[in-house]
Nanobody, 122 residues
Framework: QVQLVESGGGLVQPGGSLRLSCAASGSICSIHGMAWFRQAPGKQRELVAAITSDDNTNYADSVKGRFVISRDNAKNAVYLQMNSLKPEDTAVYYC????????????????WGQGTLVTVSS
């Protein structure tokens, strides 16, 4: 089975940093886009950052200048470096990927990680 496994969440003080990791496992031909979403209590899930297969990136306005998304194609992994964290960043963070599992384009699957909790509090 193709899965996304996340790690790196935890408790951090305001102004601190965390690095989230997400790796895909299973039979994967290629991964197209990868992204991080987050969902705070009582709110809708929102896009935090995304990265394309050719390393183009985009960020939510609320995290621009503070977060950096990157990917390692050799490891089928995506990372989110979070700096200058604020209490408003507290949420469950989810990894997302579009993975092609075969040689035909119709074999693309949309994958979600299980979520990792980030709590920013003093």
């Amino acid at each position: 089975q193709v899965q996304l496994v996340e790690s790196g969440g935890g408790l951090v003080q305001p102004g601190g940093s965390l690095r989230l990791s997400c790796a895909a496992s299973g039979s994967i031909c290629s991964i197209h886009g990868m992204a991080w979403f987050r969902q705070a209590p009582g709110k809708q899930r929102e896009l935090v950052a995304a990265i394309t297969s050719d390393d183009n990136t985009n960020y939510a306005d609320s995290v621009k200048g503070r977060f950096v998304i990157s990917r390692d194609n050799a490891k089928n992994a995506v990372y989110l470096q979070m700096n200058s964290l604020k209490p408003e960043d507290t949420a469950v963070y989810y990894c997302n990927a579009q993975a092609q599992t075969g040689r035909v384009s119709a074999s693309v699957l949309v994958l979600w990680g299980q979520g990792t909790l980030v709590t920013v509090s003093s």
